[in-house]
């Protein structure tokens, strides 16, 4: 059913107290990180798919202050950014059919003054969108920093400004999704103001 701005659906009352995993759109409730990735190939157009799932995300006045360096194992550029992954994410991320590398504009081309203050926020968000995208193709993504930030920052020099904040790794899961847990939901509305 469409949403419409003041119109309250029979039984959405219901379903807004019963929180619950399953009553989430499937693409969210199916949506895990892997730690094992099926060996397969992703093609150019579904690359530029995850990345128009980015494109299309809101940020801060239009500002878009995101970049990502997609990679695959085929391509001459994917071994300057697996050189880089840490042991721990290596074990898992080098069957990923594809590693994007992103980035946040923080600052303007001197440096110094901010870009947009909502650049990691909006970035997220992208990724969010992007990870989305990922599911509906029966694709999973496993974000993650375990690699060398320096190391990977001097090898892909992005211009000032720029911050490389995370690597997705994307590819058909090859592990069932495992145990997770989550805060419980009322300890969303309290933590800011729960004692410390
Ligand atoms: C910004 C960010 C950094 C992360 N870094 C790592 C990492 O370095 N290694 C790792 O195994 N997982 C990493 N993760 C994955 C999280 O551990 C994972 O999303 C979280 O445990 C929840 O599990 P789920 O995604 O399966 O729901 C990262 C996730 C995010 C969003």
């Given at each position: 059913m469409r949403y419409r701005r003041g119109h309250i659906a029979p039984g959405s009352l219901v379903a807004l107290k019963m929180p619950?995993?399953?009553?989430?759109h499937p693409l969210l409730a199916g949506r895990f990180s892997p730690r094992a990735f099926h060996p397969s190939e992703i093609d150019d157009a579904t690359v530029d798919l995850l990345l128009e799932a980015a494109r299309w995300a809101p940020s801060a006045g239009n500002s878009q202050p995101w970049g990502f360096f997609p990679v695959r194992p085929h391509e001459t550029e994917y071994d300057r950014v697996v050189r880089h992954l840490a042991p721990s994410s290596a074990t898992w991320a080098l069957d990923a059919s594809l590693l994007i590398v992103t980035l946040a504009r923080r600052f303007l081309d001197d440096g110094v003054l901010p870009y947009s203050e909502f650049a990691d926020y909006d970035l997220g968000q992208a990724v969010a969108h992007l990870t989305i995208q990922a599911q509906a193709l029966d694709l999973a993504t496993h974000q993650f920093r375990a690699f060398d930030l320096e190391s990977l920052t001097k090898e892909l020099d992005p211009n000032p400004g720029w911050t490389i904040m995370s690597i997705i790794a994307v590819g058909p899961p090859a592990d069932p999704c495992p145990a997770t847990t989550r805060n419980p939901l009322p300890h969303l509305r309290t933590a800011p103001w729960t004692a410390r």
């Open positions: 619950d995993r399953d009553r989430l």
